[in-house]
C-alpha cells in the first residue's frame, strides 16, 4: 500500500514517462528430478502504458512463465519485474489476467463471474451487477447474464473471462494464449472483438500466443522469443493502421511485416537444428 | 428471431406434428404396462408358492400373512415407537458422522500438516468394518444410546472424509489463479472457491453415507436395543413370528429406499449449476 502511495505521489510527468511494465533481466529457473530447468533465461522489455505487446515463441519456450511472474502468480529466479512503478510480490487487482482455459467459476452465472472481482474489492453487490451488465453489453452476451459456464461455447466462456479480467478496471491486461483453443472462425471472430474492446479500455495489454498471424494483427509490438532456455530473439514495431481488423492479414505491409518475423524464427530453427546435430 | 420460428414451424409440418413412429410409442407403453405389473406378479407368485404346501408355511409365510403382522404391529402402536427410534438414530449418526467427516475432510484436504498427522491413521481406521466395533462398543457404552450413535456416527466418518478430503484436493488450480487474479483474499479461497468446488464429491460420499448410515444401524440395534425397526424383527425372529420379520425388512427396505430418493433429490438442488 505505501508503494501504491509512494507512486501515486510522483509528478504527473514523472509517471507519464513511466513504462506501464519493466521486465529486467528476468531469468526464472524449476528444480525437475533432471535438475534445474532454465525456462526463462535474462529476459528484459519495457511496456509503454496503452501500448499492446504480443510476445510469440513455439510453445514451452517461457511465454507462460514470464506472463505468470508478471502476474505475481511465479516468483522471479533473477531479476526484477515493476508493474507501474512497483514490484509486484503477489496478485494485484490493478493487472488483470485472462487463462487459455476460460476458468469460469461453474457455479456463478455470467453476471456473478464478472461481479466476483468488484465484490471481493469490497463494492456491493448493486455496484458489482452495474459493472458486470455493462462488461456483458460489451461483449455481447446479454441474452445470456444469467447463464452458468457449462452452457456457454467456448467462445462465449472465453468472453466472459476477458470481461470479468476488465472487471476491476486493471492498469495492465494479461493474456496466455486466450483463444489458443478455439477453431479458426471463432478465433478471428474473437481477434476483431478483442481490437474493438481495446480501442475503448485504456489498459496496457500483453498478449502471448504461438500464433505469428495472430500477433501481428493485435500488436503495436511484437516479441519473438526462442525456446530453451526461454530468451528474447527480436522485437518487431507493428506500425499497421488502427482501427484495424483481421483483414489487415491482406495487406502488403502485414505480409512484408511477417516475412521478417519468419526469418527471424527460421535462422533461429536453422541455429537450433545445428546446435543439436554438433552435440 | 422470427426465422427461426418459421424453421421450427417448418419442420413442425414435416413431421406432421405427430411422433414418425407409432411402433416406438407401443413398445414404450408395453414396457410401462410391464412394469406397473412387475410387483404384483411377484406377489401373487409368492402367495401361490407359500400356500402350494411345497414350502412350510410358517418359515415362508404369504404376504397376507405378512400384511396382517404388519397391521397388527402398527395397531399396537409399538410401529411408530420403532420407527422413530430407528429414524432417530441413522439421522442424528448420520448429521454427525457427516459433519465431522466434511470438516476433517477440509482440514486435511487444505492443509498438508494435519494430512500428515492424520490420513494415515483415518486410512488404517477406515476399512474396518463398522459392524467389526459391535463387541467394543457393547464394552465402552453397553446398551446405551451412545453405543449406537457411535456405530453410524463411525461408519459415515470415513465415507464423507474421504469424499471430502479427494473433493478439495481435486479443486481446480486454475479456477484458485483467477480468484487470486480478481483479488480474492486468499483467507477467503475456502468459502468462495475450495468448497464449492468440492461439493460435488461431498454431495457424492453424503449419498454413499445414507446407505451406510442404514448397514450399520442394523449392526447397532443387532447389538442390543429396547426400540428399532432391527430391533423388532430379531424379537419376533426369536419369536417364530416369520411374517412379522418378513414385514419388518419390508418396512426397513422402504425407509432406506425412501431416504435414498430424498437424498437424490436433495444433491441435485445442492449441485444447483449442474
Ligand atoms: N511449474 C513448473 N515446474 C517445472 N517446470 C516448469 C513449470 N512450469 C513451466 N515449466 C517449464 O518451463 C518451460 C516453459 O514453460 P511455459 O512457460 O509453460 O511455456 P509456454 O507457455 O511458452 O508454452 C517448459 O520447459 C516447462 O516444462
Ligand atoms: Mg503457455
Given amino acids: ?279 | 428471431m422470427q426465422e427461426a420460428t418459421s424453421t421450427r414451424r417448418a419442420i413442425a409440418i414435416r413431421t406432421g406434428g405427430r411422433a414418425r413412429r407409432p411402433d416406438s410409442v407401443r413398445l414404450r407403453r408395453l414396457n410401462i404396462l410391464v412394469g406397473a405389473l412387475s410387483l404384483p406378479l411377484f406377489v401373487c407368485l409368492w402367495e401361490l408358492v407359500s400356500r402350494s404346501g411345497a414350502v412350510n408355511m410358517v418359515l415362508f409365510p404369504p404376504p397376507t400373512v405378512v400384511a396382517a403382522a404388519v397391521l397388527e404391529w402398527i395397531r399396537s402402536g409399538q410401529f411408530f415407537g420403532d420407527l422413530l427410534a430407528s429414524l432417530f438414530r441413522v439421522t442424528t449418526g448420520f448429521i454427525i458422522g457427516g459433519a465431522l467427516g466434511i470438516l476433517f475432510g477440509i482440514l486435511t484436504g487444505q492443509f498438508p500438516v494435519i494430512s500428515s498427522l492424520l490420513s494415515p491413521l483415518f486410512h488404517i481406521l477406515r476399512p474396518i468394518p463398522p459392524i467389526a466395533f459391535v463387541p467394543i462398543v457393547i464394552l465402552w457404552f453397553g446398551l446405551s444410546e451412545a453405543g449406537k450413535l457411535f456405530l453410524v456416527v463411525w461408519g459415515v466418518f470415513f465415507t464423507v472424509w474421504l469424499s471430502t478430503h479427494i473433493g478439495v484436493q481435486k479443486v481446480d488450480r486454475g479456477l484458485v489463479r483467477a480468484a487470486l487474479m480478481l483479488g480474492t483474499p486468499r483467507r477467503q479461497m475456502l468459502q468462495e472457491i475450495v468448497l464449492l468446488g468440492a461439493l460435488p464429491y461431498i454431495v457424492v460420499g453424503l449419498r454413499t453415507a445414507v446407505s451406510i448410515s442404514f448397514y450399520t444401524l442394523v449392526a447397532a440395534e443387532l447389538a442390543g436395543a429396547f426400540a428399532g425397526i432391527v430391533y423388532r424383527i430379531e424379537i419376533a425372529q426369536q419369536n417364530l413370528q416369520t411374517g412379522q420379520v418378513m414385514g419388518g425388512l419390508a418396512a426397513l427396505g422402504l425407509i432406506s429406499f425412501i431416504a435414498d430418493r430424498l437424498f437424490a433429490a436433495l444433491a441435485e438442488r445442492l449441485v444447483w449449476w449442474r
Fill in chain 1, 1 to 279: 500500500m505505501k508503494l501504491a502511495l509512494a507512486s501515486s505521489s510522483a509528478s504527473v510527468e514523472e509517471v507519464r514517462k513511466q513504462p506501464a511494465i519493466q521486465v529486467s533481466n528476468l531469468s526464472i529457473v524449476f528444480d525437475t528430478n533432471r535438475g534445474q530447468n532454465i525456462a526463462v533465461d535474462r529476459v528484459s522489455f519495457d511496456v509503454a502504458p496503452g501500448e499492446f505487446v504480443c510476445i510469440v515463441g513455439p510453445s514451452g519456450c517461457g511465454k507462460s512463465t514470464v506472463l505468470n511472474t508478471i502476474a505475481g502468480l511465479e516468483v522471479p529466479f533473477e531479476g526484477d519485474i515493476l508493474v507501474e512503478g512497483a514490484p509486484v510480490y503477489s496478485p494485484r487487482p490493478d493487472v488483470g489476467m485472462v487463462f487459455q482455459q476460460p476458468h469460469l467459476f461453474p457455479w456463478k452465472s455470467v453476471r456473478r463471474n464478472i461481479a466476483h472481482g468488484p465484490r471481493m474489492l469490497g463494492k456491493s453487490r448493486t455496484e458489482a451487477n452495474a459493472i458486470a451488465d455493462n462488461l456483458i453489453a460489451m461483449v455481447g452476451l446479454t441474452r445470456f447474464a444469467d447463464a452458468y459456464p457449462n452452457t456457454l461455447s467456448g467462445g462465449m466462456q472465453q468472453r466472459v473471462a476477458i470481461a470479468r479480467a476488465l472487471a476491476n478496471q486493471p492498469r495492465v491486461l494479461l493474456m496466455d494464449e486466450p483463444f489458443g483453443a478455439l477453431d479458426a472462425q471463432t478465433r478471428a471472430v474473437m481477434q476483431d472483438n478483442l481490437l474493438a474492446l481495446r480501442d475503448r479500455i485504456k489498459a496496457t495489454i500483453v498478449f502471448v500466443t504461438h500464433d505469428i498471424d495472430e500477433a501481428i494483427v493485435l500488436a503495436d509490438r511484437v516479441l519473438i522469443m526462442s525456446a530453451g532456455p526461454g530468451r528474447i530473439l527480436r522485437e518487431v514495431a507493428v506500425k499497421l493502421p488502427r482501427p484495424r481488423s483481421s483483414s489487415v492479414m491482406l495487406e502488403p505491409a502485414y505480409l512484408a511485416l511477417k516475412k521478417d518475423c519468419l526469418d527471424v524464427i527460421r535462422a533461429e530453427g536453422l541455429r537450433a537444428f545445428n546446435q543439436s546435430d554438433a552435440n
